[in-house]
């Protein structure tokens, strides 16, 4: 399997793990995160995320209150805010 490498959260220790540069010029150009896959196979498991864990922290500074104030809606509302593309 090949998947992002910001996308893999875990894996059991019977599965084999390396890192490929994805080929292309439109990855090489317009690739951002996803310039290098990750390369996975074996018997074992494996957890992903759908969303890059670099975009996730961004999307969770962004909700959080800085200096003392909260950010547009506050509460609950900026959890479900982190996962609406902005």
């Not at 084999?16 to 290098?36: H, N, P, R, V």
């Not at 922290?57 to 609950?76: L, Q, W, Y």
Request: glycine fraction near 12%; hydrophobic fraction near 40%; aromatic fraction near 10%.
């Amino acid at each position: 399997m090949r998947i992002d490498t910001g996308c893999l959260v875990a894996m059991t220790s019977d599965v084999s793990y390396d890192i490929e540069f994805a080929k292309g010029i439109k990855t090489a150009l317009f690739g951002g995160e996803g310039l290098f896959l990750a390369t996975l196979s074996g018997p074992g498991s494996i957890w992903i995320q759908s969303l890059p864990f670099s975009r996730l922290a961004s999307r969770v500074f962004a909700a959080m209150p800085h200096n003392g104030k909260s950010t547009d809606e506050g509460g609950i509302g900026n959890l479900f805010n982190l996962f609406s593309d902005k």
